[in-house]
Nanobody, 120 residues
């Protein structure tokens, strides 16, 4: 089964930064939505950020979870079929398994996840 592939997770101290990458399984079309979700142990999966496949009048069509509060930035490189999540000012509560979502043509494709651990 073809799916997106995440990378870039790891262990970082609180206040540090990390950048996650996700290579999409297909070309990122204008109709594609790419996103990042996360799941901490014992908690439900939650939205981190999404980005639209098309940039219209400078608007990249991004959306963030309420907890992000300006600390994370999602971006895309369509030529590389890659979406990035730049995370800064990381907190221990940001610890979790971060999944890449590729939504296209009414279908959703999930990656296997990359672990992010933020220590005190």
């Amino acid at each position: 089964q073809v799916q997106p592939v995440e990378s870039g997770g790891g262990l970082v101290q609180a206040g540090g930064s990390l950048t996650l990458s996700c290579v999409a399984s297909r070309s990122i079309l204008s109709s594609t939505t790419m996103g990042w979700y996360r799941q901490a142990p014992g908690k439900q999966r939650e939205l981190v950020a999404t980005i639209a496949g098309a940039t219209i009048a400078g608007n990249m069509g991004t959306k963030y979870g309420d907890f992000v509060k300006g600390r994370f930035t999602i971006s895309k490189d369509k030529d590389k079929r890659t979406v990035y999540l730049q995370m800064s000012s990381l907190k221990p509560e940001d610890t979790g398994l971060y999944y890449c979502l590729e939504r296209q043509g009414g279908y959703e494709y999930w990656g296997q996840g990359t672990q992010v651990t933020v220590s005190q």
